[in-house]
């Protein structure tokens, strides 16, 4: 069954460092999300994807956050300068329509 | 801002049980999606309802979408200790956005 595969798995970093977090979605797909769950707490919305460009936005993904799809497959996260409150799982997930994929997410942990 | 309101957040069973989880707002989705999720484990999507009234079964869940497309529940029966987990609703907005509740932890024991 395809997957969304997310790399790496854990990242440590320093406050204030960039940190850029992978994801491959499913071939096919053409939304591509990121969600984040702050450990016992909800999982959130992000950003969604579409068409190369980003199609909406949440008031968390602010100037310290962007997304890109550089080469045609991969769909990556990137933060500018890590703050302590990043700290969180970040879930990568693909859908052709209503009904995510998602990976199995990255755990960011800032120090 | 839509809010989506799930209940109990804690659910402890004995295998066999029957139980059913909810999910509430007041605002109405395009669609609402169910998912299971295991600790250290990304979300795993287990159905995807659109219309007002649907009922999906799969295997010993069932899940319903209201009328009104504002909540929707999912009922198991005769749980088994493998139905353990956190199970999220998530409900479907613009660019297919979700919008999740806080999850119902569900544990099954033998």
């Known amino acids: 069954e395809p997957e969304v595969t997310q790399t790496p798995s854990h990242q440590v970093t320093q406050m204030g460092q960039e940190v850029i977090l992978r994801c491959v979605p499913i071939?096919?797909?053409?939304?591509f999300y990121w969600y984040r769950q702050i450990l016992g707490q909800k999982v959130e919305f992000l950003v969604s994807?579409?068409?190369?460009?980003?199609?909406?936005k949440s008031e968390i993904f602010d100037d310290q956050f962007s997304v890109e799809r550089p080469d045609g497959s991969n769909f990556t996260l990137k933060i500018r300068s890590t703050k302590l409150e990043d700290s969180a799982m970040y879930f990568c997930?693909?859908?052709?329509?209503?009904?995510?994929?998602f990976g199995s997410g990255t755990r960011l942990t800032v120090v | 801002t839509q809010l989506l309101e799930q209940s109990p957040q804690f659910l402890s069973i004995q295998e066999g049980e029957n139980l059913t989880v909810y999910c509430n707002s007041s605002?109405?989705?395009?669609?609402l999606q169910w998912y299971r999720q295991e600790p250290g484990e990304g979300p795993v999507l287990l159905v995807t309802?659109?219309?007002?009234?649907e009922v999906k079964k799969l295997k010993r869940l069932t899940f319903q979408f209201g009328d009104a497309r504002k909540d929707s529940s999912l009922h198991i029966t005769a749980a088994q200790p493998g139905d353990t987990g956190l199970y999220l609703c998530?409900?479907?907005?613009?660019?297919?956005?979700?919008?999740f509740g806080k999850g119902t932890l569900l544990t099954v024991n033998p």
């Open positions: 997930a693909s859908s052709p329509i209503p009904g995510y994929t």
């Open positions: 071939s096919n797909h053409l939304y």
């Open positions: 994807f579409y068409n190369n460009e980003i199609s909406e």
């Open positions: 605002s109405v989705f395009s669609s």
């Open positions: 309802v659109v219309t007002g009234g």
């Open positions: 998530g409900g479907g907005g613009s660019n297919y956005k979700l919008t």
